[in-house]
């Protein structure tokens, strides 16, 4: 029917007898919106390959096209998914997938120096056992220390600043004693002076015994500071440089770690520079099939300048004054547009797609394919007035009876402008199926379910 090869059935974008048929029966109300496609949602690749087909032009260029464009996504999505996985964070750039690995490289120099200087000392938990333990210890010989000097200050503060009472501050409190106390017995003065010398006394030999038991403890501690201090020098000796098997084994495990995070960046930044390289021959690539298309589109001029020609000429018969089909090539692959003078109303929008499709036909007849219908439902008409409904229905028994093929159009009765058409031209002759609603046999197959 449209003369498709069998050997190209392997390509992922080609024409498909299905897609070219639809646009010789548009079956469905959004295939009137657009002569270049026949439902809404139409891929552009889809557009772009069966119109080429359809006006003799390159379809590969097309098929090409659409390749080069999955390949541009796929990559800026892999771009994009290296960017956002790199480590620490999304990385945006290049440079800074290589400034990140330089800094993680440096870090991995530092940690291999400090495995190989590693040992690991088989002792070095019960020695930190007992380091820290002497540790205690200093502590608490030290506060010990520090509560007893606080206490040999006020002993020595207290010896110091008290002096020995005289005879007037004890003849005066003795008054004071006798006043306070009547008619209690009181002692002579003489006694009382002898008694307060004895306390005082006593309470100096009191203190200097204590000082003298505190200094010889401070002593005694300070020494004991000493012994502890050099024996925990002597362990923490054995500790430096050295640790246990576990911590090693820690290191080991960070040092691994940041080598995995160095390949992996390492791997991100060669596959980053990958995509970039493969999105700049993408572009050379397109930039080629431009050029390649340009190139190819002169040599089939002969034949494209049927399809425009013809439309045309329809378009001229129905308004007076020819419309264009235009072809334009562009960084993207091919691009399709109609015009017909006129203001911008419904019924020219539908007179577009009825001279496009009728140009497809001829177009078709004309190459020798085998396709020999066309076929529109009433919308076609919709919102056309009526003397261009009469041109259009006129203009498409021509082309039929001049390109041998049938056009077939479903049309209501109150649609069909019986007054407008050209003297002679007898409509009743070209109508093959009558349905009416009257009864059973009116229905498309004789009867009702």
């Not at 004054?321 to 072809?327: W, Y």
């Amino acid at each position: 029917m449209f003369g498709l090869s069998e050997s190209g059935l392997e390509r992922g974008y080609r024409p498909s007898a299905r897609s070219l048929l639809s646009y010789f029966t548009r079956n469905q109300p959004a295939a009137y919106n657009s002569p270049f496609k026949h439902f809404d949602n139409q891929k552009t690749w889809d557009v772009q390959v069966h119109n080429a087909y359809l006006l003799g032009l390159d379809w590969e260029k097309a098929a090409t096209w659409q390749k080069l464009k999955d390949q541009k996504k796929a990559l800026d999505a892999l771009t994009q998914a290296i960017k956002t996985g790199a480590i620490d964070g999304e990385l945006a750039s290049l440079g800074e997938l290589e400034a990140e690995r330089l800094r993680l490289s440096t870090q991995l120099e530092r940690e291999a120096a400090s495995l190989s200087n590693f040992q690991v000392l088989p002792q070095y938990r019960e020695i930190e056992v007992r380091a820290n333990s002497l540790t205690a210890d200093i502590h608490r010989l030290i506060n010990a220390n520090i509560v007893d000097k606080r206490r040999l200050e006020r002993y020595r503060e207290a010896i110091t600043q008290e002096g020995w009472p005289t005879d007037g501050r004890l003849e005066s409190l003795y008054k004071e004693a006798g006043i306070a106390l009547p008619g209690l017995v009181v002692r002579t003065l003489h006694e009382a002076r002898a008694f307060n010398e004895t306390i005082v006394l006593n309470r100096r030999d009191f203190i200097a015994g204590e000082v003298t038991a505190l200094e010889s403890l401070v002593e005694e501690r300070n020494s004991d500071i000493a012994v502890l201090t050099l024996l925990r020098g002597d362990l923490l000796s054995a500790l430096a440089g050295q640790g246990a098997l576990e911590e090693l084994m820690h290191l080991q495990a960070l040092h691994a770690a940041t080598r995995l995070k160095v390949d992996e960046l390492a791997n991100r930044i060669v596959q980053l520079k990958q995509m970039t390289s493969r999105a700049d021959t993408i572009k050379v690539e397109a930039v080629e099939l431009k050029r390649a298309a340009a190139i190819d589109y002169e040599e089939r001029r002969a034949l494209w300048s049927r399809p425009l020609s013809l439309f045309s000429d329809f378009s001229e018969q129905l308004y007076k004054a020819p419309g264009r089909l235009v072809i334009d090539i562009g960084d993207t692959g091919y691009k399709f547009d109609v015009e017909i003078a006129g203001s911008p109303s419904e019924g020219i929008g539908k007179m577009k797609i009825f001279c496009y499709d009728l140009m497809l036909i001829s177009f078709a007849r004309d190459r020798g394919l085998g396709i020999d219908f066309l076929i529109h439902d009433s919308t076609i008409f919709d919102g056309v007035d009526p003397r261009q409904r009469a041109h259009a229905l006129e203009l498409a028994a021509k082309m039929a009876e001049r390109y041998g093929f049938q056009y077939i159009c479903a049309l209501n009765t109150d649609m069909v402008p019986q007054n407008d058409f050209t003297p002679g031209f007898d409509v009743e002759e070209l109508v093959r199926l009558r349905l009416t609603d009257t009864d059973p046999s009116g229905s498309l197959l004789g009867f009702r379910y």
